[in-house]
């Protein structure tokens, strides 16, 4: 990692990258070195990460260069599939942008930038899982995620394809779970029969699993907020202590976090 980041920092500092406007020959092989960067970058923890990127940026003495590796950092970091790598674009906003040490494009992207950091803020692995109250199909409330309990929590539509992608092997995955977990379905529309027809299809066997269906149809809640729910499927994974450990999830990924989830849970259950 040090020494692709050595040569980065070397690059970075050849008088000849800018002039009026940044070279576009130079940018390239400078981009180049960037995904050498995040590539080398990517088994390291989001503390490490945020401290090489500040390092990164800081070491860019141009303005406009600095601007161009900042704004590379914070897309890669903000698009990233990477589970918990957003933290470190809403790092750099919070530590460059925000202040006004390095600015955007232009007006839009800074919106768009602070739109995402807005929403993704109050979810990232390792804080506490907002708790919203929900509306349950019989028309009373439940509180999500309940203390106490591993919760797996879905946010869908039923005219979602990716959706119903994810739900086709849901049923499978969470057979593994040998361990108490509330499974939290909330729909993010608001047609009720499309919703109650979804309802009736899905089938969890595993005993261990609780099945709690919730919506909120005039959005008062706020969970879509406080989980970034402003595209579906967003699927978060909670260890019984209300810290979330999991979030923009795949099935697959849940597959392989359930063994942990499990350790966890079981450990809860014996201390607490």
């Known amino acids: 990692m040090r020494r692709v980041l050595t040569i980065l920092i070397l690059a970075l500092c050849l008088p000849a990258v800018l ?12 981009d180049s070195l960037l995904t050498q960067f995040y590539a080398a970058m990517e088994l390291e923890d989001v503390d490490t990460k945020n401290a090489e990127a500040d390092f990164l940026i800081r070491t860019c003495i141009d303005s406009l260069l600095r601007q161009h590796v900042a704004l590379s950092v914070f897309d890669h970091y903000m698009e990233s599939r990477v589970m918990g790598e957003e933290a470190v674009a809403i790092h750099v906003y919070d530590e460059w942008f925000e202040p006004g040490k390095v600015s955007f494009q232009g007006e839009l992207d800074r919106m768009d930038a602070e739109v995402f950091v807005k929403f993704n803020r109050n979810s990232l692995i390792g804080m506490d899982a907002p708790r919203d109250t929900l509306l349950k199909p019989c028309g009373g409330r439940e509180l999500m995620p309940a ?3 591993t919760a797996l929590i879905f946010f869908y539509d039923t005219h979602c394809a990716k959706c119903r992608l994810e739900f086709s092997v849901l049923p499978a995955v969470l057979s593994e779970a040998d361990f108490k977990l509330n499974l939290y379905l909330v729909y993010n529309g608001s047609d009720k029969e499309s919703w109650k027809s979804f309802r009736r299809q899905l089938r969890i066997r595993n005993k261990n699993v609780r099945v709690i269906h919730l919506w909120d149809p005039e959005l008062e809640s706020g969970y879509q907020f406080d989980y970034a729910v402003y595209a579906t499927p967003r699927v978060f994974l909670v260890e019984p202590g209300g810290m979330i450990i999991g979030r923009r ?7 392989e976090l359930l063994p942990v989830a499990g350790a966890i849970q079981k450990t809860y259950d014996k201390y607490k």
């Open 19 to 30: 002039r009026a406007q940044i070279d576009s020959t130079r940018v390239a092989g400078l």
């Open 147 to 149: 203390a106490g309990r």
């Open 249 to 255: 999830l795949e099935m697959e990924n849940v597959r």
